[in-house]
């Protein structure tokens, strides 16, 4: 449809490509119109662009195109809607491109609520942070830079048959992270949860909230996983999805209302553990150096 499209244009019209689904390359096009009506013909990829202009155009469309498209001043046509079940049927068609329109795929609350028949995988982790009395609160995120460098998420994993939420999230962060369990201080008050589709498969990940406690020593796994301690403005620009900075933005407030409690916590805790360092210290047989 490329030559079709330099017809459409008015004068002074501008075409913007964003991908090449009918293919790369174009033959036997005039590109007289292109001088004549000074037209301009520019391409974009979003796939390169920095976190920081992905997170800023989010933003933009939320603002100001979602109201748009609610009120129906926006509006486009669409050749035929898919059930999320389906999709294999929406690939197939848009693969034949004969359509005018968008596709439209729809995913319902039932694919959650037990009432489809696609089964949803569950999944729990810990949002990590520590906590002193002269320093931000930190987050412990990760990063799987063989699946996705651009985005750090915090520990988490598949629960197991009927295996309780906060058991697996411990059990998922230690196996992640090489932190114990007397490193975390879990707390099961503060539950998020995040439901998304993951290819075709839907998953409902639920968070909890966990303190570092001590000097907790975080391992890499060795395949491939980062792992960075991140202050709340550091963690939002990392996460990439709307749905954890959310959580982490809640998570921040959560623990700020409670910082006098959770810092004198932590100060008892380093006085107690100076303490068994100094007792045994003093059980020790020191020998004569003369």
């Known amino acids: 449809y490329f030559a079709d499209n330099i017809e459409a244009l008015a004068k002074d019209g501008r075409m913007s490509l964003q991908g090449t689904m009918g293919g790369a390359v174009v033959e036997k096009v005039n590109l007289g119109p292109v001088l004549f009506k000074r037209l301009r013909i520019e391409g974009s990829a979003l796939r390169s662009r920095s976190l920081e202009y992905q997170r800023t155009l989010s933003q933009t469309f939320q603002t100001h195109v979602l109201p748009m498209i609610e009120n129906k001043s926006v509006q486009w046509h669409i050749f035929k809607e898919f059930d999320w079940e389906n999709i294999k049927n929406a690939h197939r068609l848009m693969e034949q491109a004969q359509f005018t329109g968008k596709i439209v795929v729809k995913i319902s609350l039932r694919h959650w609520d037990g009432q489809s028949t696609m089964s949803v995988i569950n999944m729990a982790g810990l949002l990590i942070y520590r906590?002193?009395?002269?320093?931000?609160?930190?987050?412990?995120?990760?990063?799987?830079?063989?699946?996705?460098?651009?985005?750090?998420?915090?520990?988490?994993?598949?629960?197991?048959?009927?295996?309780?939420?906060?058991?697996?999230?411990?059990?998922?962060?230690?196996?992640?992270?090489?932190?114990?369990?007397?490193?975390?201080?879990?707390?099961?008050?503060?539950?998020?949860?995040?439901?998304y589709v993951d290819g075709v498969q839907p998953k409902q990940v639920v968070y909890f909230l966990a303190r570092a406690v001590g000097r907790a020593a975080v391992r890499s796994d060795g395949a491939g996983v980062k792992h960075q301690w991140c202050s709340i403005e550091q963690a939002l620009e990392r996460v990439v999805?709307?749905?954890?900075?959310?959580?982490?933005?809640?998570?921040?407030?959560?623990?700020?209302?409670?910082?006098?409690?959770?810092?004198?916590?932590?100060?008892?805790?380093?006085?107690?553990?100076?303490?068994?360092?100094e007792a045994r210290m003093g059980r020790m047989t020191l020998g004569d150096t003369r």
Not at 243 to 272: F, H, P
């Open 131 to 195: 906590i002193s009395a002269r320093k931000p609160i930190e987050y412990l995120l990760l990063n799987d830079s063989y699946e996705n460098h651009k985005h750090w998420y915090p520990p988490k994993g598949r629960t197991s048959g009927t295996e309780d939420e906060l058991k697996c999230a411990i059990r998922e962060t230690m196996d992640v992270t090489g932190l114990r369990a007397h490193d975390m201080d879990a707390d099961s008050a503060f539950r998020a949860e995040v439901k």
């Open 241 to 277: 999805f709307q749905s954890m900075q959310n959580i982490l933005t809640s998570a921040e407030k959560y623990i700020e209302d409670m910082r006098d409690r959770l810092v004198g916590k932590e100060e008892d805790g380093w006085r107690a553990r100076s303490g068994g360092i």
